[in-house]
């Protein structure tokens, strides 16, 4: 039992080897970051590039892998989170994969201690710095797809930055139910100009992409584009004048502000689940790193207390 373990632990560190420094060829990472500085250049902008084959399912993040794995050097750390948690299987498996093929780099689970985070479906809700990176893996990157199904069409939408269809779809929303219904992928006007599907980010982290004082980057791994947002550039959800954009309530039916079960906090984004044993509702801060982090400061400011 011991050698077969001995034997396989040996194997693995040889196939860690022979990997290149963030796995993709030097090639390859170089055209990611060619692209990544148009994107930067031209804000909003989606910039095709040839997405290389992963050993992971497209869809599984790819795209945010190959941007991270292009970027990264030994002197960063890295945060990975999935719907704001770093200990879902995503998170997981592709920050253990990212260790595997970066020799040298550090990881973390606290947002004020990485260089680099990539996340899915969330922004933290700590307020990034101009020395971090934001990577968001994204499925859908084009927000005229619900509307044009020709990629050639959408492209000349996009450039004559015409986007009464999408304006149109989202007032039939408030006709039908009184409200724009769209809870992700909000169609985010970035610079004045192209609107972007910002990921499936909740209409919660929508704000955070204006004026952001880090790098915001986005890529899709199946679809094969990158885009940005770069750091103090104007993003504006759409919205009609009388109908502003709004985030989520997270107000009971008494119009009080629900809490955090576990750190009691009243102005982060919260999920809902069912307590098993009793079965009624409980909400918890998405973001576990400033779940923590709050209830560290409760604890801290106790002891300062007592
Ligand atoms: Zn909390």
Known sequence: MFNQTFSADTQFRKASAEYNFGFLDEYAKKEVRRSVLKAIAIPGYQVPYSSREMPMGRGFGTGGLQLTLSLIGKKDTLKVIDQGSDDSVNAVNLRSFIEMTCPGIDTTTKVSEATLIQSRHRIPERELREDQILVLQVPYPDALVVVEPSEDKRKIMHGEADYSRLLVKLYEDIVK??????????????????????????????????????????????????????????????????????????????????TCWRCGCDHSFLDEFIDAQTGDKRYQCSDSDYCDEQIKSQVNNQELEG
């Open 177 to 258: 139910f009184n409200e724009i219904t769209i809870s992700h992928r909000y169609p985010t006007r970035i610079n004045g100009h192209y609107v972007i599907d910002p990921s499936p980010i909740p209409r919660w982290d929508v704000p955070k992409l204006n004026n952001s004082k880090s790098l915001i980057l986005l890529g899709a791994g199946r679809e094969k584009k990158i885009y940005a947002v770069p750091p103090y550039t104007l993003a504006e959800p759409l919205e009609f004048d009388d109908i502003p954009f709004r985030v989520e309530s997270f107000n009971d039916s008494t119009g009080k502000r629900r």
